[in-house]
């Protein structure tokens, strides 16, 4: 997206954006852009709907209309064209609340395409509110210039994952119990933007038999992310930031 709109809020809209169309928001987008915002009518703004790229939008409704606590906006001119969705699957085992919340946000920053919980042996949270974690991806897909919303997928249990698991994926799996080392190489092989899912365990590690099971999969790729232990939400992001730089769209 061009810098010169960086300033501007950017707010997630489902509706189709064309050139001219006006959006009525509904009642708590209306009163967040009136009362949490504070915005004028011809303030400017980004909407994007994850479909049809970002639009420079104006806000419409005169103050007369405003006392109807309505809000309509104009689309003006697309800014930036929508991204494809992206290939990259993130899985990893369902946290406790906050750490949840960040798991969900950051994979969204880090350009994942899919995020799908995954129920493990230890998994801490087997009761997901998704509605709340999509809330977050919505939320971190505003703040950083994400047009493409990653799929939030209802959780699934790693025996259930493995068994369906699609033919021509490989699995990149953080596995602390791989000898220290970079996963520089290792990933390397895989040539040029392959495609890969990752996926991270629980607070509590993989059971000794998931392990086994993961290991013994053809497709299966076990990365080391150094000599310490990291918690579960850095590893997520740390595994995400050498997939990304290595053999994905940082390059
Ligand atoms: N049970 C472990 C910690 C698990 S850490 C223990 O207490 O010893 C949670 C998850 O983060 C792991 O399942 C793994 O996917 C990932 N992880 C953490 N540190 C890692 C490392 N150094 N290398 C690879 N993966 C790591």
Redesign the pocket.
Known sequence: MPRTYSKLKRLYIDADMTAGTELELDRDQSNYLLNVLRMQTGAELIVFNGRDGAWLATQAHTQAERRQKAVCLRLLALIAPQTPPADLWFGF?PLKTGRLDYVVQKATEMGAGTIQPVITR?TQTTRLNLDRLRANVIEAAEQCEVLSIPVLNQDVSLSQLLSDWPSGRQLI????G?P?GSPIERLQQLGDRPSVSV????????SDEERQILLSKQYVIP??????????D???VA?LAVVQSIIGDWR
């Open positions: 085992a230890y799996v953080a596995d602390e791989q220290a996926l991270i365990g629980p607070e509590g590690g993989f990365i080391s992310l150094g000599p310490r232990i990291l918690r579960a850095t590893a997520a595994a």
